[in-house]
């Protein structure tokens, strides 16, 4: 029952800008956090972005620091990644993923193992 939904993928020139959404469903709880991760193709996933329910704490991966944001909208279940200053290297799939139960020992960097549900997936391509 729970679904996560990804949305906002595109082709756009470097330096342009994307804004992902991730709208969630199928569960009710305060300890919980979203991530977005991407992936090339034959390599692992790399986590890019986190946001805790509980205390809205957030995480950015060195590679986007200063060129992505996330942000949630409560309201509308969704959790948002803006994506500016886009780059040729930012060319992924880029999943959202739910960790339920959360519990103090984990960290703010998003760790795979930690996540229990995901969505498909939204192609993000870079390129002139």
Same mark, same amino acid.
């Given at each position: 029952?729970?679904?996560?939904? =990804?949305? @906002?993928?595109?082709?756009?020139?470097? @330096?342009?800008?994307?804004?992902? &959404?991730?709208?969630? &469903?199928?569960?009710?709880?305060?300890?919980?956090?979203?991530?977005? /991760?991407?992936?090339?193709?034959?390599?692992?996933? =790399?986590?890019?972005?986190?946001?805790?329910?509980?205390? @809205?704490?957030?995480?950015?991966?060195?590679?986007? $620091? @200063?060129? /992505?944001?996330?942000?949630?909208? $409560?309201? $509308? $279940?969704?959790?948002?990644?803006?994506?500016? &200053?886009?780059?040729?290297?930012?060319? =992924?799939?880029?999943?959202?993923?739910? &960790?339920?139960?959360?519990?103090?020992?984990?960290?703010?960097?998003?760790?795979?193992?930690?996540?229990?549900?995901?969505?498909?997936?939204?192609?993000?391509?870079?390129?002139?």
């Amino acid at each position: 029952q729970v679904q996560l939904v =990804e949305s @906002g993928g595109g082709l756009v020139q470097p @330096g342009d800008s994307l804004r992902l &959404s991730c709208t969630y &469903s199928g569960f009710t709880r305060e300890s919980y956090a979203i991530a977005w /991760f991407r992936q090339a193709p034959g390599k692992e996933r =790399e986590a890019v972005s986190c946001i805790v329910n509980s205390d @809205g704490s957030t995480y950015l991966s060195d590679s986007v $620091k @200063g060129r /992505f944001t996330i942000s949630s909208d $409560k309201a $509308k $279940k969704t959790v948002y990644l803006q994506m500016n &200053s886009l780059k040729p290297e930012d060319t =992924e799939v880029y999943y959202c993923a739910v &960790s339920l139960n959360r519990h103090q020992a984990m960290g703010i960097i998003p760790l795979l193992e930690e996540y229990d549900y995901w969505g498909q997936g939204t192609q993000v391509t870079v390129s002139s």
